[in-house]
């Protein structure tokens, strides 16, 4: 089994800046791929950007020069680092890992963007 914690939302100004941290624990050296999702209000769930065991990054579209995904491997810990927040960017971030045989979703973290 994986724990998945994740911290760091909350209200920001467009423009701003803010970053999210994933803290991974328990069975994590099954743990092959893992990344973050957001689910705006009334919306799907998508995915923002993953990094995978061997550090290949891929980043959705409207995030890219903006979103940053980095991972501290000897902590268990994911980050997002997402720069020039726009209103659209609001919504629920779940942090996600895919691992052999499961995968594991965290209880997600709400980033509001608004003046």
């Known amino acids: 089994q994986v724990q998945v914690v994740e911290s760091g939302g909350g209200l920001v100004q467009p423009g701003g800046s803010l970053k999210l941290s994933c803290a991974f624990s328990?069975?994590?050296?099954?743990?092959?791929?893992m990344g973050w999702y957001r689910q705006p209000p009334g919306q799907q769930r998508l995915l923002v950007a993953d990094?995978?065991?061997?550090?290949?990054?891929s980043y959705a579209d409207s995030v890219k020069g903006r979103f940053t995904i980095s991972r501290d491997k000897d902590k268990n810990t994911m980050f997002l680092q997402m720069n020039n927040l726009k209103p659209e960017d609001t919504a629920v971030y779940y942090c996600?890992?895919?691992?052999?045989?499961?995968?594991?979703w965290g209880q997600g973290t709400p980033v509001t963007v608004s003046s």
């Open positions: 996600h890992a895919d691992a052999i045989h499961s995968q594991y």
């Open positions: 328990g069975t994590t050296f099954s743990i092959y791929r």
């Open positions: 990094i995978n065991s061997s550090d290949y990054i």
